[in-house]
């Protein structure tokens, strides 16, 4: 209630931020269901079939059709020329992947894991992020880099990673991060239509969960904004912001939350670079309390500029500090037990947003 007396006397003294419409849409009126693997797949079906200049590249995409299958069918519907079976060599296609922007076309650049980007992130930093203002505008590099980013299961601290902090801090970037199968569709379709490089981090357990599409969604036209952040449940007590996987741990935080009479607003981002600020702002105006939720290391985090972004704009509203829930920081334990130690569980959500609303026990307080 203290944020409500302060914006009552604060006024005008800030600046009113109103959310976007868009981001009220939800899945009520869905009937279909749709993996997110086939959203990405039809998303890259029909955007090759709308445009003779987009073209996909990476290792197995195509006679094996994708490590993950995403690709499943486009070798044979559209033959070698535009879907390209490469060497283990992501230096290599990434450069190659540019200089075919650099030309006009919009190649679609599959690297097996985010992790193995690192082999091509001088190409994706000062080759394809730079040159647009490198050249004054005069050359655009319309590319999509696109693969599993975050931990799966099992498979250590080398790829395990999280790269939505390091490439979001780079200008001349985009970078979204889909949860849902409209997300899948509706953004990926954005990012092979946009004229600036877009990196594209999906993960490697939501490709075979199926979610709720509409006919809107199935529609060949269907295409999401870049950069906003959708509000997947309306809440007035906390406001939880999560990108990718996290967002579904979010929503089952909140469905506990509601139990205990914690009404939980639940904000998926989306986009990453560029934020909706304006959504995340607003939503705090409201409830007064916020807990971000990232995979990625909590340090020089995604969340670590979100809370800068509301410390900024909307410090007089919080009734609690902001709490950041990420991954340990730490590299990766293989070992399953701390596997799931150094990742967020949904008990995690649920202990920060009961911390905001002071429903639990202060640890200093509790020893």
Not at 122 to 139: E, V
Not at 159 to 176: D, I, N, R, T
Not at 225 to 239: H, L, M, Q, Y
């Amino acid at each position: 209630m203290l944020g409500v007396v302060r914006q009552k006397m604060l006024g005008q003294s800030l600046p009113k931020i109103r959310p976007a419409v868009s981001v009220l849409r939800s899945y009520s009126s869905a009937a279909k269901q749709m993996t997110v693997r086939d959203a990405l797949n039809s998303a890259l079906d029909e955007e090759m079939s709308a445009d003779p200049k987009v073209f996909l590249m990476g290792e197995e995409v195509g006679e094996y059709q994708g490590a993950y299958k995403i690709s499943k069918g486009l070798l044979e519907k559209y033959g070698p020329e535009r879907v390209r079976d490469t060497p283990i060599t992501e230096a290599g296609f990434a450069g190659i992947g540019v200089g075919a922007a650099y030309y006009g076309l919009k190649p679609v650049v599959e690297f097996m894991t985010f992790n193995f980007s690192m082999q091509a992130i001088d190409h994706i930093i000062n080759s394809a992020a730079k040159s647009n203002y490198m050249s004054a505008g005069q050359m655009s590099v319309p590319i999509v880099f696109r693969g599993p980013n975050g931990a799966a299961a099992g498979v250590g601290a080398q790829h395990s990673q999280c790269y939505a902090a390091w490439y979001a801090s780079c200008p001349g970037l985009k970078v979204l991060t889909p949860y849902s199968s409209e997300d899948a569709r509706g953004l990926l379709k954005a990012a092979i239509r946009d004229p600036d490089p877009v990196v594209f981090l999906e993960n490697e357990l939501l490709y075979g969960e199926s979610f709720p599409v509409s006919d809107e969604v199935l529609d060949s036209s269907f295409c999401l904004p870049i950069g906003k952040a959708k509000i997947e449940r309306v809440g007035r007590d906390v406001t939880i912001t999560a990108f990718s996987r996290m967002v579904g741990h979010a929503l089952k935080a909140a469905e506990i939350l509601e139990k205990d009479g914690i009404d939980a607003e639940v904000i998926n981002l989306r986009s990453i670079r560029p934020l909706d600020r304006s959504t995340i702002n607003a939503s705090v105006r409201k409830t007064n309390r916020l807990v971000t939720v990232e995979e990625g290391f909590p340090q020089h985090g995604v969340g670590a500029e979100i809370c800068a972004s509301v410390v900024e704009e909307s410090f007089a509203y919080l009734d609690a500090p902001v709490e950041r829930i990420a991954g340990a920081d730490i590299p990766m334990p293989y070992a399953a037990n701390l596997e799931r130690l150094a990742v967020p569980q949904v008990e995690d959500i649920v202990r920060a947003a009961k911390r905001a609303c002071y429903r639990s026990v202060p640890l200093a307080a509790a020893a």
